[in-house]
């Protein structure tokens, strides 16, 4: 019985921890899916956080920090494909740099223009995403297990959070059932193919950068502006990385990149809960062991014990047109 | 024939073009310093002045450019074999383990210069031991070298953290660090080293590890340009196909060269573990091992050039401590920008500048 009200109230909280892994794996699947790797999703989150934070506060709008946060975003991954594509760098030191990049100007950026070490101020109720209670859920809270499934777990949650899951779907349909989604995936397996084709290989990239840049924006925003009400510096925390290892453990697929942020998400949840308390006859499980499964589940995965990962054919190499 | 290809002298690969490419860094920095406000000029010459003007400051400087050396070194030797350890961070961590250990259990009994040795060793085992899976799987799985160090960087950090809270803390006392290293156990400053320059090294932590990494530097150019092994790891980073055509084995070559890369991280705990703070504490790594990305690509994998490279680093994290404090707009997060931009300009962006050389060159030096 009261074991239902735990498992409901982890599963509230896995949601809200997975909303952004989900946004910013399914930005990592069009990059990455288009031939070029995306170790810079960190960088864009935190840059969008930052950015919706401080246009939220400036303007009092949360939608207009959404905006604020896409645009920074899209900035980030315009900087990327510029090193990238048109200049055929290193795709990895060009997403470690702008990582770099990220961490240093939103602290700077902040620190002098609000004056408050690093933080954007507290954002007010209007500047911010905040619950969307569905009818009756108050009601609903009375009526069984059920019932506080859908008070706690399907109610209760920011318009961001029911725009992740539909961004899913989305993301599906866009990658493979439009002519673009079959184009994008297409040159990041065989880049020459789709050249051939007489299509441009630059502009379809770029493109995949942009929608990837758009998706990092939602994830910012709903960490500075829906999850908690200011930016704070390094709020990303890793999160980028661990969409990254939920990318490759959902092995470039939308759905399955769902369920691993889904299945992210429980395990920071989980392992929150399971704080200080002992299991009987293990004892206290350390929280550090929840806080690296992730990233030891997806090492496994890569070394194939759990099925092979194979990344798209073409990631990570530059293309040059025949000379 | 394309811009790409055109042949230049040394003195514009490994001179000019990095030195633009820094130009440009610094040009991109210097704005933002301007759009908060402040003069670039002024906060340069804060920055120049806080870095290198008293003995005290070249003495962090080169605190902070002997980290960077060992961990430079460490993602230079994993690139010349193509192979991109983006794990320095966690292995230099992990190394730190082995450096405790090696200090905890001599000091008691032996001076420094005897437990140096063993705490190199053990620092460089414990360094290298944290690349070897990942370097398996590299090899073996075929999966990607980058993905992996970063998810062992995290492993690695949740690892220390449980044992630094839970196993290594001084019981009784808040501070997740181990107890602090007797005389026997910490390494020496060079206040000699500051002195022959006539100034004062002052509280700067500059200390005999400084002249373990110059070695590593001789020993590294060694190593990938006068030994068999040095050439098989470039052969490999310069084309695995050729590499295996020419019979040198990709398992153990991979394998090999991601244990010394592993290994030189590792030693880079000597440096924070036993020379300054004299006891090993959470997140003493502090970001060098990602700045060794930034040190090893603007000296383009050479040693030379990554000493170089590592005091331009630890003028900008000395200098930038205490631009922070003259002038509290620019906060000491302006490194992170500044590193970005090298990474950016240096790495990613390399060649960007070359075909307007090449244009020069060839209408100045060809004609």
Request: proline share 4%; charged share 10%.
């Amino acid at each position: 019985m009261e074991y239902i009200d735990i498992f409901i109230s982890i599963l509230g909280s896995t949601i809200r921890l997975s909303i952004p892994l989900i946004f910013t794996a399914l930005a990592g699947l069009f990059s990455e899916r288009s031939g070029i790797f995306d170790i810079g999703l960190e960088g864009k989150m935190l840059a969008a956080a930052f950015a919706s934070a401080s246009v939220a506060y400036v303007t009092g709008s949360a939608w207009l920090g959404l905006g604020g946060g896409i645009l920074v975003s899209i900035l980030f991954s315009l900087i990327h494909g510029f090193a990238s594509i048109t200049n055929r760098g290193n795709q990895i030191v060009s997403g470690v740099a702008l990582n770099f990049l990220a961490a240093g100007l939103t602290v700077v950026l902040g620190s002098a223009w609000f004056q408050q070490g690093g933080r954007t101020p507290s954002l007010p109720a209007g500047a911010r995403f905040t619950e969307i209670v569905f009818p009756g859920a108050d009601a609903a809270r009375s009526m069984g297990y059920l019932g506080k499934f859908y008070a706690n777990v399907i109610s209760g949650q920011n318009i961001l959070t029911y725009m992740a899951f539909a961004a899913v779907p989305l993301s599906w349909w866009v990658l493979y059932r439009t002519r673009f989604g079959l184009r994008l995936r297409a040159v990041g397996e065989n880049p020459g193919a789709v050249d051939t084709a007489g299509i441009s290989v630059t502009w379809l990239r770029y493109r995949a950068l942009i929608c990837a840049g758009f998706l990092c924006g939602f994830a910012g925003t709903y960490l500075s502006t829906a999850q908690s009400a200011a930016f704070i510096k390094d709020m990303s925390a890793g999160k980028g990385y661990i969409a990254l290892a939920a990318l490759i453990f959902a092995k470039w697929k939308p759905v399955p990149v769902m369920l691993a942020c889904l299945l992210f998400g429980f395990l920071d949840a989980f392992a929150n809960f399971m704080q200080g308390k002992t299991v009987f006859g293990i004892g206290e499980i350390p929280v550090q062991i929840f806080q690296a499964l992730p990233y030891i589940l997806t090492c496994v995965l890569l070394a194939g014990f759990i099925g092979v990962a194979r990344p798209p054919k073409a990631g990570g190499v530059p293309y040059t047109k025949e000379r | 024939m394309s811009t790409a290809s055109v042949p230049l002298p040394n003195w514009i690969n490994y001179g000019l073009i990095p030195l633009i490419n820094l130009c440009a860094a610094f040009i991109v920095s210097g704005f933002v310093v301007w759009m908060i406000g402040e003069s670039p000029i002024e906060a340069l010459t804060l920055l120049l002045q806080g870095a290198l003007g008293r003995g005290e400051g070249i003495g962090f400087t080169l605190y902070y450019a002997t980290s960077f050396i060992f961990t430079g070194l460490s993602v230079a030797v994993a690139i010349h074999a193509g192979l991109f350890n983006i794990g320095s961070e966690g292995q230099a961590y992990i190394g730190g383990l082995g450096a405790a250990i090696a200090a905890l259990s001599l000091d008691h009994y032996v001076p420094w210069y005897v437990t140096m040795p063993f705490a190199v060793i053990l620092s460089a085992i414990f360094g290298a031991a944290w690349a070897f899976l990942p370097a398996l799987m590299q090899a073996k799985r075929g999966s990607h070298i980058v993905i992996t160090t970063i998810m062992f960087n995290f492993i690695g950090a949740s690892l220390m953290n449980y044992l630094l809270v839970r196993v290594l803390i001084v019981p009784g006392k808040m501070a997740p660090e181990t107890r602090t290293f007797l005389e026997g156990g910490q390494l020496p400053k060079l206040d000699w080293l500051i002195a022959m320059f006539g100034s004062k090294l002052g509280a700067a932590p500059l200390n005999f590890s400084f002249l373990v990494a110059l070695f590593m530097c001789l020993v590294v150019w060694l190593l990938i340009w006068r030994t068999k092994l040095g050439y098989e790891i470039r052969t490999l980073g310069f084309s695995p196909s050729a590499a295996s055509y020419g019979g040198i084995p990709y398992v153990r070559t991979v394998i090999i060269t991601m244990l010394i890369s592993g290994g030189l991280a590792g030693m880079m705990a000597l440096n924070p573990v036993m020379g300054a703070s004299a006891r090993l504490q959470l997140e003493f790594v502090g970001g060098a091992g990602f700045v060794g990305i930034a040190v090893s690509l603007m000296g383009r994998n050479h040693p030379l050039g990554i000493i170089f490279a590592a005091v331009l680093f630890g003028v900008l994290y000395q200098g930038g401590a205490e631009l922070s404090f003259d002038m509290p707009a620019i906060t000491r997060e302006m490194i992170l920008v500044i590193q970005g931009l090298v990474i950016l300009f240096a790495g990613a962006l390399e060649y960007m500048f070359r075909p307007a050389i090449v244009r020069v060159y060839q209408k100045f030096v060809t004609v």
